[in-house]
């Protein structure tokens, strides 16, 4: 089965990162193919560089960044969603004049196209968060 996957919550915010992390690891390893993970709302925070939680916590977003290298799976966060948040890539920084940029490298910066384009594809999407 073709899965994609939306993660809505921020990567501090709740436990439906894990979970979703959790059921992406469940789908690979059960040979099930995972289409995209699509990043929106604070949900794009996980594309962050900058993600520093305490020690002593997952650090659910570095995670998902490693598993998405690991897999090589196809992870889009929202431009909009990004841009206000403060997450931008190379092009984006330069475009606002900004003095960094930080977003990963195992994410790309899209539109709400990539989100149709999986759903159409997919032959289940599920949802993560609020």
């Not at 995972?34 to 949900?43: E, K, N, P, Q, W």
Request: glycine share 6%; net charge negative.
């Amino acid at each position: 089965m073709k899965f994609s996957l939306i993660i809505l919550d921020g990567p501090s915010s709740s436990q439906s990162s894990n979970t979703a992390l959790e059921f992406a690891k469940a789908a690979v390893a059960t040979d099930h193919e995972l289409f995209r993970v699509f990043f929106a709302s604070d949900g794009v925070l996980h594309g962050s560089t900058l993600n520093t939680p305490p020690q002593d916590e997952l650090n659910i977003a570095q995670a998902w960044q490693d598993f998405i290298r690991l897999h090589d799976v196809d992870a889009v966060v929202c431009v909009a969603a990004s841009l206000r948040r403060g997450l931008l890539n190379e092009q984006e920084a330069q475009r606002y004049q900004k003095p960094a940029d930080n977003l990963s490298d195992t994410m790309e910066l899209s539109g709400l196209g990539q989100l149709i384009e999986a759903t159409l594809s997919s032959d289940r999407v599920l949802t993560f968060g609020n």
